[in-house]
């Protein structure tokens, strides 16, 4: 059975650059979940959704940041434009209907702005 | 918001001997209290979980205790072993009827000693 994949896994690009993020959840699972670490934050909730709803968006940083989940298989995370401080590794986790609480994590995305 | 704390930050064992890492939370309404193992470069990985309505959970050398009116858990290792070192972060949410984000410890740096 897969896991929660992403892509890219790594991504280097310039300041000022737009970045897309891609998350598949495990499937059958209906609630994802961006979260955000860094050596300084920890691990941090970015945004999550429920159904392909977004439910909470609090912990997204900027308006630079946007998140969408147009179907129950596909999220994106978008930054633009980006900036150093962008840099980290960026985590999509998905969780079960009947275990809503408990949360499989993706491979991670390692994010390096220039 | 839910606020964790997490200590120690790193714990030095010797092979075979037990380590305890200790979380305190704030949110009363917090139920559910995961902890994740994070091995270098990898994703966090769930090991093992508590929810509120229970004080303790054991599976195989590791266990995890809750003290709801302290509002902290605690996760013990008993006779570590060299593959249990790394980076573990305990967390908190409410884990009800519907999903919920994790709110983060800063993670606690287990060093097994040969």
């Known amino acids: 059975d897969a896991g929660v994949i992403q892509s890219p896994r790594h991504e280097v690009t310039e300041m000022g650059q737009e970045v897309t993020l891609r998350c598949k959840p495990i499937s059958g699972h209906n609630s994802l979940f961006w979260y955000r670490q860094t050596m300084m934050r920890g691990l941090e909730l970015l945004i999550y959704?429920?159904?392909?709803?977004?439910?909470?968006d609090s912990g997204m940083p900027e308006d630079r940041f946007s998140a969408k989940m147009p179907n129950a298989s596909f999220s994106t995370l978008k930054i633009q434009p980006s900036e150093p401080r962008d840099s980290a590794v960026y985590f999509c986790a998905s969780s079960p209907r009947d275990r809503t609480y408990e949360q499989y994590f993706g491979p991670g995305t390692r994010l390096t702005v220039t | 918001g839910e606020n964790v704390e997490q200590h120690p930050s790193t714990l030095s064992v010797q092979e075979g001997d037990s380590a305890v890492i200790k979380c305190t939370y704030s949110?009363?309404?917090?139920?559910?209290f995961p902890w994740y193992k994070q091995e270098l470069g990898k994703r966090p990985q769930l090991i093992i979980d508590i929810r509120s309505n229970v004080g303790e959970k054991k599976d195989q050398r590791i266990a995890v205790t809750l003290n709801k009116t302290a509002k902290h858990f605690s996760l013990h290792i008993t006779e570590t072993q060299p593959e249990d070192s790394a980076v573990y972060f305990c967390a908190a949410s409410w884990g009800g009827g519907g999903a919920d984000g994790l709110t983060f410890g800063k993670g606690t740096h287990l060093i097994i000693q040969p």
């Open positions: 949110d009363s309404a917090s139920n559910y």
């Open positions: 959704f429920n159904n392909n709803v977004p439910i909470d």
